[in-house]
């Protein structure tokens, strides 16, 4: 597991995870289209390494690749996690989709590479004024648990080996001249913006589902609103080990010999 691509993919799942199945939940707008392409640039501002070193499995197409990344992501994982929680087709095309739309309003959840949480959304008081039941936090227990033991050195080096697929598909999202690894970086970046909110997070339901009650979160990325969800605990383990992604596909790749 070398080269570029396979820790988006788990960089996907463990982002992923937070979404949820929409029934009773928190409201997100429809999924959004993408924004117009950037303008060309020079060059990635974070560059990966994109040719496979010696003896290392050539890639797939992006069209065959399910099989082969969940291998490998089952390698780095595990693969009960990854046969609990991963959805299993056109699993690159499926990250790259969620992982590009964290920072936005709008979500496309119905591309989402995991599985939602399991159990229903809970809320104390009326449709007006109700709040956030702290028994929500749970339900991602059994999601981040994996996390906490996890090797981000190992799920990086899966997204190395991949990354040119990931790129494909990015490309192919309506971005010619983007790089997704550049991405990944402010998704990451915009994830660890999240804020910590002390005490109850008020909700209000305005229509079928709760928003939050509070403007300016409810003005948050949907990637932050969904961390906040998660309860602060969960949303710290996943920012440490983001934090810890990021240090990894930021660094100067080791020279190949």
């Known amino acids: 597991m ?11 799942i463990a982002l992923a995870w937070y979404f949820h199945s929409r029934s009773g939940q928190l409201a997100h707008a429809p999924a959004a289209l993408p924004s117009a392409p950037p303008a060309a640039e020079p060059g990635p501002e974070h560059p990966l390494p994109s040719a496979p070193s010696a003896g290392e499995a050539p890639l797939p197409s992006l069209t065959d690749s399910d099989a082969s990344l969940r291998d490998a992501l089952s390698g780095a994982l595990g693969a009960e996690t990854v046969s609990r929680y991963l959805v299993p087709e056109s699993i690159v095309r499926h990250l790259v989709v969620t992982i590009d739309n964290l920072p936005r309003q709008k979500v496309a959840a119905r591309m989402r590479p995991v ?3 399991p159990g229903g959304f809970m809320a104390s008081g009326d449709e007006l004024h109700a709040t956030l039941e702290p028994g929500n936090y749970a339900r991602y227990d059994a999601l981040v648990a994996p996390l906490r033991s996890l090797d981000m050195a190992r799920v990086a080096a899966v997204y190395f ?6 790129q494909q598909a990015y490309q192919d999202l309506g971005y010619p001249n983007g790089y997704f690894n550049d991405r990944l970086v402010q998704v990451i970046d915009s994830l660890l913006a999240t804020p910590k909110v002390q005490g109850p997070i008020a909700l209000t339901r305005p229509n079928v589902l709760y928003v939050y009650a509070d403007p300016a979160l409810e003005a948050r990325p949907a990637g932050q609103k969904l961390l906040l969800r998660m309860g602060p605990d969960n949303a710290a383990i996943v920012k440490a080990k983001l934090a810890e992604l990021k240090t990894l596909i930021t660094a100067t790749p080791p020279p190949k010999h």
């Open 2 to 12: 070398i080269a570029i691509a396979a820790v988006v993919l788990a960089a996907g």
């Open 115 to 117: 599985v939602g949480a």
């Open 161 to 166: 080996h991949f990354y040119p697929l990931f």
